[in-house]
């Protein structure tokens, strides 16, 4: 009789089969991952368009369908991924031969349900072709509902809130100047009217950002990299010993929410 299998299994089985259908693009380490490898590997994120895609799995049971939908929702809310697909795999699917797994899987209906920033949908029935469309329909319901614009929206405000913060400060923007306009002394820092000073403190508020969010897209690739995420926990208590300093609460609202707009 085969072992059991789990729904690690079936998750990246899934993912392959997307994968080799053209609707995803997923990484060497899921496409080429074999029965023992795919059991120990918890999160399966492809790329849908552009966007991360979760696969969160279970089993055929009771509380199957919270379960995945719980841990799709979880993935979305914590900027892990911009998608989060819930499947509910039929309990049948446990005995099969891992040789024939993929096979059958493609053939299988599954319990499906999407999660994204703009809301949940229910379960519905259907093979892989389901899945598919299920994709891109909840791609065009995100370009819709104007998701991007939302994203910029939120950066444009960071950018605001780092340029005031910085402003009172010479120092500071003193030394995004001189990296704007290369060579600079001390006493041509005079010359920026006010305008321009707040200009270049917004211009080096987004080169900030942007190093960020490339940081954080580098550490969904790269395990040894620290998300913005941890070191926002890791550095709570710094936080809070710098309480009251506006450069210090800057930088926690700024790690706080750019998670909600890398990658757009």
Partial sequence: MPPSQRQEVFNVIL?????ERGAVAAPESIMYTGEQRARQMPDVI???QGLRTAIEGEVEAPNAREKAIASATRRVETGVAHIGVGVVYPASLRVVEFSNLKRELARTNLEVAVVTEAGTTDFV???IEYLERALRSTFEQLIQEDVVAESVALLDAAVDRFAEAVISYRGIWGRITQALSGSISDTELDNPTSVQQAANCRIGGLVLTNAMIFH???SNHYPGIMSLT???AKSALMCSLMRGSTSSTNLTITLSFISRVRSY
Avoid: F, H, P, R
């Fill in 15 to 19: 993912a392959q089969l997307l994968e």
């Fill in 125 to 127: 029935t259907g093979d």
């Fill in 230 to 232: 941890e070191i926002l």
């Fill in 216 to 218: 954080d897209v580098l």
């Fill in 46 to 48: 492809v790329n849908y």
